[in-house]
Nanobody
């Protein structure tokens, strides 16, 4: 399985970005998908989760601002980020955990700054 993120960039506070994570392989629809982020000098943190049935969960810091979704036909998971804040600046990673294996994308940089 390979995971490839895209959609990061520089945005002003209050702006929006949409991240995408495309997965190779045929197992995408079976498992939950996760978005993590890691800011400089900080530990990687879980941002959002979407199960194979579409149930979602979010970190308190992004609730009401971020939305995770998936398109199983395209083997892609998305993270819509609205009302971005400087503290959202980080490298964002998508993650897939299967029975016995874990996969990470290469990460995409999101910078929120005026």
């Amino acid at each position: 399985v390979q995971l490839v993120e895209s959609g990061g960039g520089l945005v002003e506070p209050g702006g929006s970005l949409r991240l995408s994570c495309a997965a190779s392989g045929s197992i995408f629809s079976i498992y939950s998908m996760n978005w993590y982020r890691q800011a400089p000098g900080k530990q990687r943190e879980l941002v959002a989760v979407i199960t194979n049935s579409g149930s979602t969960n979010y970190a308190d810091s992004v609730k009401g601002r971020f939305t995770i979704s998936r398109d199983n036909a395209k083997s892609t998971v998305y993270l819509q980020m609205n009302s971005l804040k400087p503290e959202d600046t980080a490298v964002y990673y998508c993650n897939l955990v299967t029975i016995g294996s874990e996969y990470w994308g290469q990460g995409t940089q999101v910078t929120v700054s005026s």
